[in-house]
C-alpha cells in the first residue's frame, strides 16, 4: 500500500488551498468567459512549485517522487470546474513529459524552464481533423528545409492553444506511413504562418480553451526537434501514459468531492416527511459508488508505485484510464440524479460536473482505443 509522507501530505494542504483560494472563487466568471487566465494561473503555481514537480532541479523542477503528482492530480480534480484542472495537467503532464525527458539541455533551458516557472503556457498539438485516438493517421507535416522544419497542415481539439507560448508538435517528418517517420518538435506560436483558426465551443470544460490550429509554411529550427527524428510516436505514446495517469488521479479527487457533496445534500433536502438520506436505496447506491472510487483510487496507487519504481506502467494506466472514466460518468449521474430538478439546472454544480465528466471517456484516449490495447495485451485481438 503507497505511503504518504508527511511531506506529500504537507502538499496535499498547500494544493488544497490554492485550489480553494485561487480557483474555485473564480470558475463561475472562467465558465461564462470560456476560459480561464492560464497565464495568472500557471504564474501562481509555478512560484509555489507545482508545475514541475517530477523535472531536474536544474531547470527549476522540484526532483520530486511520482506520489507528488498523484497527490496535485487528486486535489485539482477538487476544482469547481474540470476546466482549469484540465489546462494545468496538460501544462504538468502532456504537454512537457516528453521534452523534459528527451529535450536538448539547451531546448530545455528555452522552454521547459519558463514553463515550469509558469511564464510560458505549452500546449499539446497531435489530435487532427481526420486522426484522433488514431495518431497513426495524422497528416501534418515537417518538411526539413536546411537547418529548420517547414511544418503545413491543421490540428483540432487542442487544450490550452489560444493562450499557449508554445506547442509540442507531433508532425511527420519523413514519407513513412503508418506509426513511423514522425518527430515532436516545439513549435513557438508567435511564429508566422500559425495562427488558430478558431475557438471551439464544447459540451463542457467551458473555461478550458480549445482551439482548431493552421500551419502554413511555418518555420522552426530543427534543434527545436524532441529526441530523435522518425521517433515522435513512441515519445508521444509515453507522453499519453502520463496523461492517462494524471487523468485518472484528478477523476478520483472529482468523484470523491462529488459524493461528499451528495452526502450532505440528501442529509439536508427532505421528501415524504424524511430526509432523502433516510431511503435505503439511496444509502445502498452512495455506498457502492464509494467503494468503487475507493477501490478505483488505490488500484492508481498500484500504478503509482510502479512509475516510483520505474517501472513501466502501460498496462495499469490503460486499465485505470477506462475504468476511472466511466466510473467518473457513473458518479456524474447518480449525483445530479439525487438533487432531482434542481440538479438539472444549469446553475448547480451538479450540471457542471455531469458534463464534464463525460469528456474523460474521450479525451486522451478512447474507452475503445484503451479496449483495443487491452485485447491486444491479453492475446484476445486477431488483428495485425
Same mark, same amino acid.
Given at each position: 500500500?503507497?505511503?504518504? #509522507?508527511? @511531506?506529500?501530505?504537507?502538499?496535499?494542504?498547500?494544493?488544497?488551498?490554492?485550489?480553494?483560494?485561487?480557483?474555485?472563487?473564480h470558475?463561475?466568471?472562467?465558465?461564462?468567459?470560456?476560459?480561464?487566465?492560464?497565464?495568472?494561473?500557471?504564474?501562481?503555481? &509555478?512560484?509555489?512549485?507545482?508545475?514541475?514537480? @517530477?523535472?531536474?532541479?536544474?531547470?527549476?523542477?522540484?526532483?520530486?517522487?511520482?506520489?507528488?503528482?498523484?497527490?496535485?492530480?487528486?486535489?485539482?480534480?477538487?476544482?469547481? %470546474? %474540470? &476546466?482549469?484542472?484540465?489546462?494545468?495537467?496538460?501544462?504538468?503532464?502532456?504537454?512537457t513529459p516528453?521534452?523534459?525527458?528527451?529535450?536538448?539541455?539547451?531546448?530545455?533551458?528555452?522552454?521547459?524552464?519558463?514553463?515550469?516557472?509558469?511564464?510560458?503556457?505549452?500546449?499539446?498539438?497531435?489530435?487532427?481533423?481526420?486522426?484522433?485516438?488514431?495518431?497513426?493517421?495524422?497528416? +501534418?507535416?515537417?518538411?526539413?528545409?536546411?537547418?529548420?522544419?517547414?511544418?503545413?497542415?491543421?490540428?483540432i481539439?487542442?487544450?490550452?492553444?489560444?493562450?499557449?507560448?508554445?506547442?509540442?508538435?507531433?508532425a511527420? +517528418?519523413? @514519407?513513412?506511413?503508418?506509426?513511423?517517420?514522425?518527430?515532436?518538435?516545439?513549435?513557438?506560436?508567435?511564429?508566422a504562418?500559425?495562427?488558430? #483558426?478558431?475557438?471551439?465551443?464544447?459540451l463542457?470544460?467551458? #473555461?478550458?480553451?480549445?482551439g482548431?490550429?493552421? !500551419?502554413?509554411?511555418?518555420?522552426?529550427?530543427? +534543434?527545436?526537434?524532441?529526441?530523435?527524428?522518425?521517433? &515522435?510516436?513512441?515519445?508521444?505514446?509515453?507522453?499519453?501514459?502520463?496523461?492517462?495517469?494524471?487523468?485518472?488521479?484528478?477523476?478520483?479527487?472529482?468523484?470523491?468531492?462529488?459524493?461528499?457533496?451528495?452526502?450532505?445534500?440528501?442529509?439536508?433536502?427532505?421528501a !415524504?416527511?424524511?430526509?432523502l438520506?433516510?431511503?435505503?436505496?439511496?444509502?445502498f %447506491?452512495?455506498?457502492?459508488?464509494?467503494?468503487?472510487?475507493?477501490?478505483?483510487?488505490?488500484f492508481n496507487?498500484?500504478c503509482?508505485?510502479?512509475?516510483?519504481r520505474g517501472?513501466?506502467?502501460?498496462?495499469?494506466?490503460?486499465? &485505470?484510464?477506462?475504468?476511472?472514466?466511466?466510473?467518473?460518468?457513473?458518479?456524474?449521474?447518480?449525483?445530479?440524479?439525487?438533487?432531482?430538478?434542481?440538479?438539472?439546472?444549469?446553475?448547480?454544480? +451538479?450540471?457542471?460536473?455531469?458534463?464534464?465528466?463525460?469528456?474523460?471517456?474521450?479525451?486522451?484516449?478512447?474507452?475503445?482505443?484503451?479496449?483495443?490495447?487491452?485485447?491486444?495485451?491479453?492475446?484476445?485481438?486477431?488483428?495485425?
Amino acid at each position: 500500500m503507497v505511503q504518504f #509522507s508527511e @511531506e506529500h501530505e504537507l502538499f496535499r494542504q498547500s494544493v488544497r488551498q490554492f485550489v480553494e483560494k485561487e480557483l474555485n472563487p473564480h470558475v463561475d466568471e472562467w465558465e461564462e468567459a470560456g476560459i480561464f487566465p492560464a497565464h495568472e494561473v500557471f504564474k501562481k503555481m &509555478g512560484d509555489l512549485g507545482f508545475l514541475g514537480l @517530477e523535472y531536474e532541479p536544474e531547470y527549476g523542477g522540484g526532483g520530486v517522487d511520482h506520489l507528488f503528482t498523484v497527490v496535485l492530480g487528486e486535489e485539482l480534480g477538487r476544482c469547481d %470546474a %474540470a &476546466g482549469p484542472a484540465m489546462g494545468i495537467s496538460v501544462q504538468t503532464d502532456m504537454a512537457t513529459p516528453a521534452l523534459a525527458q528527451h529535450g536538448s539541455p539547451e531546448l530545455k533551458k528555452q522552454y521547459l524552464e519558463p514553463a515550469i516557472r509558469g511564464d510560458y503556457v505549452a500546449s499539446i498539438a497531435v489530435t487532427e481533423p481526420d486522426a484522433g485516438s488514431d495518431v497513426a493517421g495524422l497528416k +501534418t507535416t515537417a518538411r526539413r528545409d536546411g537547418d529548420d522544419y517547414v511544418i503545413n497542415g491543421s490540428k483540432i481539439f487542442i487544450t490550452n492553444s489560444t493562450q499557449a507560448d508554445f506547442l509540442a508538435l507531433l508532425a511527420r +517528418t519523413s @514519407e513513412e506511413g503508418g506509426y513511423r517517420g514522425m518527430s515532436l518538435i516545439v513549435v513557438p506560436t508567435d511564429r508566422a504562418g500559425f495562427r488558430v #483558426s478558431r475557438k471551439l465551443e464544447k459540451l463542457g470544460n467551458w #473555461s478550458s480553451d480549445t482551439g482548431e490550429l493552421s !500551419f502554413e509554411d511555418v518555420r522552426v529550427p530543427v +534543434t527545436n526537434r524532441i529526441g530523435p527524428e522518425g521517433r &515522435g510516436f513512441q515519445l508521444q505514446m509515453q507522453q499519453f501514459q502520463k496523461e492517462r495517469l494524471i487523468a485518472s488521479y484528478m477523476s478520483v479527487g472529482g468523484m470523491e468531492k462529488a459524493i461528499e457533496r451528495t452526502i450532505s445534500y440528501v442529509k439536508e433536502r427532505h421528501a !415524504f416527511g424524511a430526509p432523502l438520506a433516510a431511503n435505503q436505496s439511496i444509502q445502498f %447506491a452512495l455506498a457502492e459508488l464509494i467503494a468503487a472510487v475507493e477501490m478505483q483510487k488505490h488500484f492508481n496507487y498500484a500504478c503509482a508505485e510502479m512509475v516510483v519504481r520505474g517501472e513501466d506502467a502501460t498496462y495499469l494506466a490503460t486499465i &485505470g484510464k477506462l475504468n476511472s472514466s466511466r466510473l467518473a460518468r457513473k458518479v456524474a449521474d447518480t449525483c445530479l440524479q439525487y438533487h432531482g430538478g434542481m440538479g438539472y439546472m444549469a446553475e448547480m454544480w +451538479t450540471s457542471r460536473y455531469f458534463r464534464d465528466a463525460r469528456l474523460n471517456s474521450i479525451g486522451g484516449g478512447a474507452d475503445e482505443v484503451m479496449l483495443r490495447i487491452l485485447s491486444r495485451a491479453a492475446g484476445v485481438a486477431t488483428d495485425d
